[in-house]
Structure formats: structure tokens, C-alpha cells
């Protein structure tokens, strides 16, 4: 079986590719357990580091929304393919047509080339929890509506939408996973308003300074690297009957302040690289933050086998482990 | 100031295109009431019935989804758009490629050709209570999420969520009513599951038996034609901020029963004429029917001035003296 993973290069694409190969075998539609003979990764341009050496991995660079484009990517053998492809919140927000071309039109390119197919593939789709928004409930629960306040949302809603269409038309076997926010990312601090919820790990644990723009009181609802990979393969295996009428989920995740982050950081790593957080609140960072849900009390997920992290010190130990090779600069 | 009415021919159409001319008025989208100097009538083809004869109408007859209409269709005066065209729910549902079109992608051209207005216009848009569906509560309430189980359905949604971020970004003044099922409708009965629920009303009075495929005790959550034409003036004349961050509502209406309904029809025609009614039940528009939510708990619509009918026998007598000429066949 051939498998697609578009935004394959990321950094949630890699470790999904990476641990594809490991698995090795995946369901297809019809739930039967079949070899994983092909991965096609796809992605903007070629990283800047090389994929995994792996006979299995085809490359697919370039513009996957353009017109024609999905139709190469699904080819007729493809039995799964995770869409992670996506522009971020913060570029969506400034270029709203290229949002739009990326994130809502490019899945409909997508699940019209999936319904080509002869038979129905599974789907996996990276929504977020951008999806929530506006006046929303002090708690998010697995029935409250997506009102979304950013472009990058309403193109996710959008997309879950066309997903639970064409997968109750059977045209693909759709399965929307709502992110929360992944904590630690690897890598240098981005312009996300999120940024700095990896921000504050990563950095003191490697000997530099961080500034965190919001109190320690602020809450973020956060799930692992690994985490979130161990929820893409998941949500590829579950049968369709476990998903219902309903072809969305909110992932489960865990609630923690910047205060428990730190806290955690000194625990793993000590006091002196705790100390390398410096509280400089930013007014316009904590007004974006402060809109963001950070409670939830969701429990589809977890009633679908879905997992969230142990506790934010094992995702520190983890991030350690996976992306500073063991390594913390004391 | 010029108004646009998509779906300008149809039953809701011609009688608010009607009512828009008796106005005479509408504020524009700062709030300020303009003269509406022409009155712009789009539809797929001509109407049977010529539209009311007046100086200020202009009919624009053909697809307004395809490239380049709708661009025609909003011209740089046009102040306030209606959009009520759409492929119906079974028609949607059987041709999928061509509610998408019309449904979803029209809109979204729709939107565009606002975005390049020097001015927002104000955009009220005819959704529907198909947004709902699935696994649903017993009683729907404001917060209730839009999980649809049509394609009818899920474009309407959808194109909810493109009016929400088109509005936000200050694009368009957009806003969306979910429409209850509008009872009674004039005109023949058509291949709509829910075709029953007038024709039990609008066939008996005039001396036509009618057959009613559902229990007496089906309940059916109800708006008037006469009503619902007062929603999208009101939705219309309503400021932005009263939608604030929301700008989708769920309109008011009545949860009546058939038997209900059979019972006001006795009192306002008398037996003869309910008796004209005969039940036949068929499991096909049952299982259908049985699917469409009818409880209602929703306050936001009533807090923001919609109305809903003061009785079902209401809206017998004003069907009779809109549609009937005031003629019932006792």
C-alpha cells in the first residue's frame, strides 16, 4: 500500500514519516493490516535536512494545491494519506488568499483526487484547536461549536466540514484530529504567538535565555511530539464504525501554566537553567494568547483510545531525548 | 443604494423582493438608511410569473456561481445583497458536484465580488436548520454545533464559516439566518421530504385531498413565509455589533405537531376541510423526517428582535389571504 503524507518534511511531517517506516504496515479501508510498500512525502520544497535514507520514500516537492497537482499525489495504489500540509495562523491571518488556496481549497483538491480513487482511502487530516474561539464557553467540551477568530481556523472548520461530506458520501475515510498546541517544538523560535511555549524549554536547556511575553499564570493546552504522532497513526487505524456521524475530534491534551512549565524545567534540568526564563510581558502577545481555550474537558478521544502526554516533565525528558540527543547545557 | 437579491424568482424570493420595494429603504453598512434606488432580481431563468412592475426592479437571469457573474451581479452600488439561491437539499444530495458549485463555491464568489466593493456591503444569507443533524441533543439550542448529515447541509455550513471570516476581516457585513422550515408554502407540492408539511395546509383548502406521510404526533419546528421575509429585513437593518463576534443565528420559530397543525387547519376551515387529510405513513420520508431536528430551545434570535408566528392558526389565515385571495373550498 501506498501512503502520502503532504507537509511530509515538517516538523510533526518527519516524525510521522519517520515513525510510518517504523510501523510499517497500516489498515486500509477495509480494515485489513497491509504493507506500507510506498511513502510518498510531499512538501513546498525540499528540507534543508535529508529525509530518512529509506527505499521505501518517494519525494514530492512543490505546490500540492496548484491545479492537477493532488491528482499526481494520489495515486491509484494509495490507501492512506495524512494531510498536514497547511499555511500557518499567523501568514494566513496577513496573506488571506494564499490561506485559503492552501488550506481549505488544497484539501478539496485533495479529497477530489482521493474520490478518483477505485477504492475509499483514509484520510487523517491536522485540524486545531484554532478551531474554538470568540465567546466561547470557559471550559471547551467535545460539543462545543467551532467558532473559529482567525482565517487559519475557518479554513480548518472548513476543511473538517468537506472531510465529514465526503467521508459520509464515501468518497475518502476522513478523520479530523484538532491539535493543541505541541510543546516542544525543535528548532529556532518562530513568529507564532505560540512560539514561546516551546520557546521557554528549549532554550534555557540549551544555554540561552529566554523571554516568555505572558504571566505564569497563563494556561496552555499542550500535547508532545510524540504524542501527536502516536494520535496521527491511531487515527489511522480505528475502524470507521468508531467514528460515527462524526468525523471530527478534539485530541486529548494536558492544561499547564507557564508556571508548571518552569517549574517543570527546573525539576529536569535544574534550577540554573530554569533561571534562563526572563518574564517580560508583551501586550499584544497576551491578547491573542488570552483568547486561545486553554481549558478543556474533552472525553471522545480519550474513549477512542486516543492519549495525551503522562505529565510535562516526561515531555521534557522526551524533547531531551529526541532533540538535544540527551544533551542539556547546565 | 442598490440591493442585490440572489434566488430573486423564488417562493421567499419574490415576496421579499416585494417587500423591499414597499420598504423603500435600507441603512447602508454604516448604518445610515438609503433610498434603495434599483432592486437587482437574479435568478437561474425567467419566473413564470412576471415580477411586479416597478422602475426601480433589474433582472439578471442566468448562473450567478459561474466565473465572472457574480462580479457582474455586485456592481460598485450595490449597498445590501440577499442571497437565497441554492440547489435544494435532495437535489444536493443526489447531484454533489453541482451543490457544490451552487451551494458553497457560489457563495464564496458571491463573497469575493463584495471583497472588491469600495465599501462593505451587508450580506444576509439564507441557511438552514439542514446544519444540524446526527448525533444531535433532544432540544437544539443556540450552542448547539452544526453537524450536518447533507451536502445541503454542510455547504450551507460552510458557507456560514466563509460569511464569519469574510466579515471579521471587514470584507463584507455578512450575515447568516438558519431557516426553520417555512409552512406554508403556495405552489404544488415538490419532491422535498418535507413538501408534507404544506401541502397538508395549502391542498385540503382548496378542496384537494392530501396525503400526509408522517404520525400525527411528528413534531415540525416551523417559520411563516410572511416571517421569515421579516427576518432578512430585520437581519438586515440590525448594526454589526449586534451580531458581535457570531454572525450566524439560529431563527426563531414553532415546534408544532402534525396533529397540531391538522387541528388549527379544522378551526380556520372547518372539519370538511381537515378532513381532506389522510394519513398514509411511508417509512422512506419517516425515517427522513425523524432525522430533522424539531425541539428548539434558541433565545439569541428573540434577544436580537427576530420574531417568530404567534400561532399556527396565523399562519392558516395569512395563507389564505396571501395565496387564496382569501378563498377556502369548504
Known amino acids: 500500500m501506498r501512503v502520502l503524507v503532504t507537509g511530509g518534511t515538517g516538523f510533526i511531517g518527519r516524525r510521522l514519516v519517520k515513525a510510518l517506516l517504523q510501523r510499517g504496515r497500516l489498515p486500509d479501508a477495509l480494515g485489513r493490516e497491509q504493507e506500507i510498500t510506498q511513502l510518498c512525502v510531499s512538501d513546498v520544497a525540499e528540507p534543508p535536512a535529508p529525509l530518512p535514507a529509506d527505499p521505501r520514500i518517494e519525494t514530492a516537492y512543490g505546490d500540492f494545491s496548484l491545479e492537477g497537482a493532488a491528482a499526481d499525489l494520489v495515486t491509484e495504489d494509495t ?3 495524512f494531510h498536514l500540509a497547511a499555511i500557518v495562523s499567523g501568514q494566513a491571518e496577513q496573506e488571506f488568499d494564499l490561506g485559503m488556496r492552501i488550506n481549505l481549497d488544497g484539501t478539496r483538491r485533495l479529497l477530489e483526487a482521493c474520490r478518483a480513487l477505485p477504492s475509499p482511502a483514509r484520510l487523517v487530516f491536522s485540524s486545531s484547536v484554532a478551531a474554538y474561539g470568540g465567546d466561547m464557553p470557559d471550559v471547551i467540551e467535545d460539543a462545543t461549536p ?4 482567525t482565517s487559519y481556523g475557518s479554513q480548518k472548520v472548513g476543511s473538517e ?3 465529514s461530506d465526503y467521508s459520509r458520501k464515501g468518497f475518502v475515510d476522513g478523520r479530523s484530529l484538532r491539535l493543541p498546541t505541541i510543546v516542544v517544538r525543535a528548532g529556532k523560535p518562530n513568529a507564532a ?3 514561546f511555549a516551546s520557546g521557554i524549554i528549549r532554550e534555557p536547556l540549551q544555554g540561552e535565555e529566554a523571554i516568555c511575553p505572558v504571566r505564569a499564570e497563563t494556561g496552555v493546552w499542550v500535547l508532545s511530539p510524540r504524542a501527536v504522532v502516536d494520535c496521527f497513526l491511531h487515527a489511522a487505524t480505528l475502524p470507521a464504525e468508531a467514528w460515527g456521524m462524526n468525523r471530527t ?3 486529548p491534551g494536558m492544561t499547564v501554566t507557564v508556571g508548571d512549565m518552569v517549574a517543570a524545567l527546573a525539576e529536569v534540568g535544574g534550577a540554573q537553567v530554569a533561571s534562563r526564563v526572563r518574564f517580560e510581558p ?5 491578547r491573542i494568547v488570552y483568547g486561545w481555550p486553554s481549558r478543556f474537558s474533552v472525553h471522545r478521544a480519550a474513549g477512542m483510545g486516543f492519549k495525551a502526554d503522562d505529565g510535562f516533565k516526561g515531555i521534557i525528558e522526551a524533547f531531551i531525548q529526541d532533540d538535544l540527543g540527551g544533551h542539556v547545557a547546565a
Open 79 to 81: 490507501g492512506a494519506v
Open 193 to 195: 504567538a505560540s512560539s
Open 146 to 149: 467551532a467558532t473559529p477568530q
Open 249 to 251: 475530534v478534539a485530541l
Open 161 to 163: 466540514y468537506l472531510i
Open 282 to 286: 508583551d501586550p499584544f502577545i497576551e
